[in-house]
DNA sequence: TTTCCACAGATTGTCGACAATCAGGATTCG
DNA sequence: CGAATCCTGATTGTCGACAATCTGTGGAAA
């Protein structure tokens, strides 16, 4: 699992989590307020660690706070999306970049074998896209994690990697680019497995270009409505 | 003043950015531990808004946190820099880029004001270059705003900002680059008012590697020690 | 002397109650 | 009839006390 597993936590990470999983889902509306005694009552605890998890969330910015009006859940409109994918093309362009020159071979390996998981997948079962959107998550974070950078791994693995899975439950029930997805993954794995990080770089920002091309216009549709 | 102002603001807020000043400024050190009890009495509330503030800054991970242990102020060891700087080489190359074509007349103008200004107090007070420092960081976020992408706004001007003013902070006392920093900022805004964007993003990019650099082998020495 | 255990002090985690502030509706005055 | 005002209910902000957990110190047994 990419989200981390609250074993022996306190209270306040315990609802963290919660929190954090139930925004992502969409299980709690954007911008939806989020009432203190009721998430409280619901979770069997005090509103002490409540307001802890709301301050973390606050942190990592998955939800807006104002002073004696409460919390709200963080809105994703279409501005915060296209810079979201900006800012995903330039760091995870530099992670692939950086991981062709870091990455063992069987990493590099492991990481077509993913591929291997997904297409058998989607043979499979057309419709269920929920499994092969996350798989696609894990792939992007498994280049990430071959940059060794821990802090790029912050940035994309806890945050924004937060923001692009509401994104993704926000639109997963429309419009599928699976097919032309997995082809260009399977490139990237071959410039990587090839030591080109310049290849990788821009096959990388071309797939999330290509990625924001199709949410966008999905989301533009959506909100003419 | 970039770091926002607490004017009426809750308990909790005054104690987060009371705490990160402390932390960024060096007064609290690095890996120190944060005790609730202590903190809550210097700063005259309860503990209750302290751990709000303590949580808050987990988030934005000026502090780490471990269950049942409290809460110690981040550390900043050369591995972390180094990334750092390469985050901030993807991202503040890409603003520049967009700034380019985002930033009015004016603004870029302005830019070039705030270099005049450096130069005068350069000039004046060799000795005291906390100031410019600072006003390093101002030069680098006006061009992040130029970029007009919120999310990196937020990322470089809230957190990212924050690690790098504790590093300077910590070098500040050593070696000085403003001369060659500046010339290298004349030649961004140059490019700037050009509206050459790669132009501007490969000076802006050679201009942080620049700076890690220097730094790095600043750290490495005091590591040394 | 060394190792293990138990105890005490300190620190963190949690809860319930109270004060401060805000939102919405009824009331009253122009 | 409309707008400003006050009141009331609800929600957030804060505190103090208590429970759970950790740390390290001292003593007893091998």
Tied chains: 1, 2.
Excluded at 64 to 90: F, H, I, M, Q, W
Aim: charged content about 25%; glycine content about 8%.
């Amino acid at each position: 699992m990419l989200i981390s597993t609250p074993k022996q936590d306190t209270l306040a990470d315990i609802a963290t989590h919660r929190l954090a999983h139930s925004i992502v889902t969409g299980e709690l509306e954007q911008g939806q307020k989020l009432n203190e005694a009721e998430l409280a009552e619901r979770f069997g605890m005090g509103r002490g660690p409540l307001r802890e998890a709301l301050r973390h969330l606050e942190g990592m910015r998955l939800v807006t706070r104002v002073p004696n009006a409460g919390a709200r859940v963080v809105v994703l409109d279409r501005k915060t999306l296209s810079d979201l994918y900006a800012v995903r093309e330039a760091l995870e362009g530099m992670a692939c970049r950086i991981a062709a020159t870091q990455m063992t071979d069987d990493e590099i390996a492991q990481l077509g074998k993913l591929l291997d998981r997904h297409e058998a997948q989607i043979k499979k079962q057309g419709g269920k896209v929920y499994a092969q959107s996350e798989g696609d998550l894990d792939f992007h974070f498994q280049i990430v994690r071959g940059s060794r950078n821990q802090m790029l791994m912050n940035l994309l693995g806890s945050e924004q990697y937060q923001l692009l899975r509401m994104c993704r439950y926000r639109t997963s029930r429309n419009a599928q680019r699976t097919g032309p997805a997995l082809q260009q993954h399977r490139q990237i794995v071959a410039a990587l497995a090839q030591r080109d990080g310049e290849l990788a770089e821009i096959l990388m920002r071309r797939h999330i270009q290509g990625a924001w091309h199709s949410i966008g216009e999905m989301i533009a549709k959506e909100e003419a409505a």
